[in-house]
């Protein structure tokens, strides 16, 4: 069931590479920016106004990960 849910929750290769790229951007390590960008269910809209808000990249990325899911942070 687990493995069922991981491939629902993955990008496909192109979105996922896009995502990091933002992420980069936004000023998120490149581990965790790999990390965030093949997870749908992270918000990448609201991650970036964290971010412009002046939230620090890695709290922002643990504020809005699922609760069952650790980022490299």
């Known amino acids: 069931m687990r493995h069922g849910l991981a491939r629902r929750c993955a990008q ?3 979105v996922a590479e896009w995502r990091r790229r ?3 951007a936004a000023g998120l390590a490149p581990d ?3 990390w ?3 997870r749908s269910r ?3 809209h609201e991650l970036l106004e ?3 808000r002046g939230c ?3 709290l922002a990325v643990r504020i809005l990960a699922p609760l069952e899911e650790h980022p490299p942070c």
């Open 56 to 58: 620090p990249p890695g």
């Open 22 to 24: 933002r992420l980069l």
């Open 12 to 14: 496909p290769d192109g």
């Open 36 to 38: 965030v960008a093949t």
């Open 50 to 52: 964290l971010i412009d």
């Open 32 to 34: 965790v920016a790999s």
């Open 42 to 44: 992270t918000d990448l």
